[in-house]
């Protein structure tokens, strides 16, 4: 008895080192939430040239229903004759040849672009330095049930977004001007259920700033509502210097007073110039808003549908005037925030930041690797996500010198994953295999 107690004391002491052996061989995190997706185009970018020019990427949107990625931007971005260009690619970074035969377009519009895609594939341009808004098929062509030729001028530039029934609003502030929104029909008449006849000015508060008044001076964002309501970001000047806003018209053209009381949210409001930079529809009819107080820090804030701010707990950027310009809800609920702030140190390799929050507004610490900021910086501040929580970032130019424009998109994984490498799968195997055979 003893003996045989004896023995398997000894087994067991002689079996320990193999099992740690086996214990050792953990998963490893292959890559994680944040990372370069190198199975998306070459290396994780997805480029279109233009031989002869240069060519910069601007706005990007996904057409999450026909599997594919719309670029907007411009061939030489620094000449005169720059053009709207326009791209397509598949989600996994391959030209969609279905757009223009190749998945590119250099159009006769002039400067670049911003898209805002209808349901059926068929998207709508802002073009630049002549504004226009233009209308286009799935394929690239111009839609000519749009304004006759697919084409139709307006008065100054400004930011678009689709409303309901295929129609299209535009929303400018000119130099120390009203908010002027205008709304346009499918067919690229103007819509007259809208304010009387289709366009309509508004004053932020139309008194003396000495008496407490405040006075447009720059757009920071647009975005409709499922139900046509418009929502609008943007900076005002007043007794305190800048401050950032938000409105909401309604679907008929008047300030919404169910919003804030009077249709009008101040949003940043510190010691000194602050703005709202970005808008972005959240589930539930709730508002997100980029917002910079004190100059130096830029984050989300939440409104509820009736205007209150909610809880939301966005740690931000800081630093040297950071600005959010762009905000998307993931398909999960989750936010990307990017834009740029003017960094020129060892620790912002990029003057462009993205980061990721969760629907709470806390910072999503599965996003951005180790870091204990979360933050990544990529090729560019505008931003999209693909159906599978992938985001896609258009590549801007490098405002460092000796950088060049390029076209192009880079995808940024939305999750993480883990795993055995080859290696350690093979010795898995083999350790198993050995301890079998005891």
């Not at 998207?123 to 002549?130: K, P």
Request: hydrophobic share 35%; proline share 5%; net charge neutral.
């Amino acid at each position: 008895m003893f003996g045989r107690v004896h023995n398997e004391r000894e087994n067991r002491a002689t079996r320990a080192p193999r099992r740690q052996a086996l214990e050792g061989l953990e998963s490893r995190l292959l890559f994680a939430a944040g990372d370069v997706d190198t199975s998306f185009g070459v290396n994780g970018f997805a480029g279109a040239t233009f031989p002869g020019h240069d060519a910069s990427a601007g706005d990007i949107v996904v057409d999450a229903a026909r599997g594919r990625v719309l670029v907007a931007g411009r061939i030489d971005p620094s000449s005169a004759n720059s053009r709207l260009t326009l791209a397509a690619f598949k989600l996994n970074g391959q030209s969609d040849t279905s757009f223009s035969g190749d998945g590119k377009l250099v159009t006769d519009l002039t400067g670049g672009g911003q898209l805002a895609l209808l349901p059926d594939g068929r998207f709508y341009v802002a073009a630049g330095t002549v504004p226009v808004i233009a209308r286009f098929n799935r394929d690239g062509s111009y839609d000519k049930t749009f304004s006759g030729d697919g084409k139709l001028p307006v008065d100054r530039a400004g930011r678009i977004a689709v409303a309901p029934g295929g129609k299209v609003v535009q929303a400018s502030i000119p130099g120390g001007g009203p908010l002027t929104v205008t709304r346009y029909n499918a067919n690229g008449s103007l819509d007259k259920s809208f304010a009387g006849d289709g366009s309509a000015s508004f004053e932020y508060d139309p008194r003396p700033i000495e008496d407490g008044g405040a006075v447009w001076q720059g757009m920071g964002g647009l975005a409709v509502q499922p139900d046509g309501k418009i929502v609008v970001a943007g900076d005002v000047y007043g007794p305190q210097q800048w401050d950032g806003v938000v409105v909401r018209l309604t679907a008929s053209g008047s300030f919404d007073n169910t919003f804030s009381g009077d249709g009008r949210q101040i949003v940043a409001h510190a010691s000194v110039d602050d703005f709202a930079t970005a808008v972005a529809l959240a589930p539930g009819g709730d508002i997100l808003v980029g917002v910079i107080e004190l100059e130096y820090h830029a984050f989300v804030k939440r409104l509820a549908p009736n205007g209150t701010v909610r809880s939301f707990a966005d740690p931000g950027i800081e630093g040297d005037s950071p600005s959010i310009r762009d905000i998307t809800v993931a398909p999960d609920g989750r936010v990307v925030v990017s834009g740029y702030g003017d960094w020129y140190d060892e620790d912002h390799p990029r003057d462009w930041f993205l980061y990721r929050l969760n629907a709470d507004g806390g910072r999503d610490t599965s996003f951005g690797g180790t870091g204990s900021t979360h933050v990544i910086y990529p090729v560019g501040y505008l931003n999209a996500v693909d159906p599978s929580g992938n985001i896609l970032v258009t590549q801007a130019p490098d405002t460092k010198p000796g950088s060049n424009p390029i076209f192009g998109v880079t995808r940024y994984r939305g999750s993480g994953r883990r795993g055995h490498r080859r290696g350690d799968e093979a010795g898995r195997r083999h350790a198993l295999g050995r301890r079998r055979q005891r």
